[in-house]
């Protein structure tokens, strides 16, 4: 049994000559919740892409579940488990939350035809659920668009919850939104950690305070360092590339 949900060994992802991932070596328990922070260009969006298979290796690989993902395109992965949460919610804004779950939580989703079809008490009923995880209940049949945006937030991570993957990616939640807002992506993210292994990149220091377990700080490709959010902010070499910059 392996207890590690995501490896990469040696990871290196070159574009045109320009090294955005150096021999990146990562590893993440199963059930873990992990914040990846680093300073502008320290490759994180790039290491969500070559998770997802959008960017293939230069050299080095990555597992997932004990599995190489090399050549994998991005709908296997997808198939294998690994939900990713973009930046920008990518949800239907002239549908309800409601609909816009029963849409991610249709496995056929695709189908025209599938598309009308009732769903079953057991579909409601998780359906249901994810909506009171998320927070939108009093919501559910309100057209997205007038939703605000810590609440497209949610909707987007609850149709990815619909699709029941075994590892989360997100890409800085937190983005744009009101305190009150980012706190509330906060707790989400707290709760789902219970029954969920989580990625999150993010920015804001005071939301990676809210909610890190383990930190770790990408800069110029490779890990500078992992530990605790204390141990990483009293680092000297994370206090000279990141937390220094954000000081000015
Ligand atoms: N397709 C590409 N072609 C060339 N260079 C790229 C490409 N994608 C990313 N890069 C470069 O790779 C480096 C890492 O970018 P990446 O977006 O992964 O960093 P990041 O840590 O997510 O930064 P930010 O916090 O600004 O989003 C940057 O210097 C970027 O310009």
Redo the contacts with the bound molecule.
Sequence with gaps: MNAKILETENLTVN??G?T?LKQLNFSMDAGELRVVI??????????L?VITGK?QPTTGRVIFKGKNLRSLKEHQIARLGIGRKFQTPRIYLNLTPLENLEIASNPKKHSFSTLFKTPSTAEKNSIKGLLETIGLTAKARVKSAFLSHGEKQRLEIGMLLAQSPDLLLVD?PVAGLTDEETYNIGELLLALSQSHSILV?E?DMEFVRQIARKVTV?HE?SVLCEGNIEEVQSDPRVIEVYLGQQKE
């Design positions: 574009f045109d320009f955005a680093g300073p502008n260009g320290a490759g994180k969006t790039t290491f892409d960017v800085e990149i920015h990408l490709g």
